[in-house]
């Protein structure tokens, strides 16, 4: 089983989207008993918070089901349980870093690099441009499910 941890501040908008698209992309494509995704922040700021209602928005927009969530933090333990922690900006990722107290094992990357891209995906709870933060989710997510499968 491979366990999938998608981060980002607040967990209410880029790593939600996040794991509700890459839940129906594994759901598309039959693996949902190989590959388990879950989502974090890396900040207490909106923690027990639903999704942002942008986010919501967009995945109904796209016909994705929302998966069912409540924003946590990330912990140190999670960099034991999950074998990919990806984080949407290179502040998550000196976060994350900072959590999980170093990357010994290599887990934390950035969403994008999988797409060979060193962009951040931008934050819309600043940008309001759900529809360009669902454009990078997508191909973040398809990048990485391709990476994964070619590992099976």
């Known amino acids: 089983m491979i366990k999938i941890l998608f981060v980002c501040h607040g967990n209410i908008c880029r790593s939600t989207m996040c794991e509700s698209v890459m839940t ?27 999704p942002h209602y942008g986010t919501v928005q967009k995945l109904k927009q796209m016909g994705i089901p929302l998966v069912p969530h409540r924003a946590v933090r990330m912990t140190k333990a999670d960099y034991t349980g999950y074998d990919y922690l990806i984080g949407m900006d ?8 900072r959590i999980a107290n170093g990357d010994p094992e290599g887990k934390i990357h950035k969403l994008l690099a999988f797409a060979d891209s060193p962009r951040d995906i931008a934050d819309p709870w600043y940008t309001g441009n759900f529809d360009e933060t669902y454009t990078d989710v997508l191909e973040g997510c398809t990048a990485l499910l391709d990476y994964i499968k070619e590992r099976f």
């Open 90 to 97: 290179s502040a998550n990722i000196r976060n994350m870093t």
């Open 24 to 50: 129906h992309l594994i759901n598309k494509k039959n693996l949902s008993e190989q590959i388990k995704v879950a989502s974090a922040a890396t900040h207490n700021d909106e923690i027990g918070s639903p």
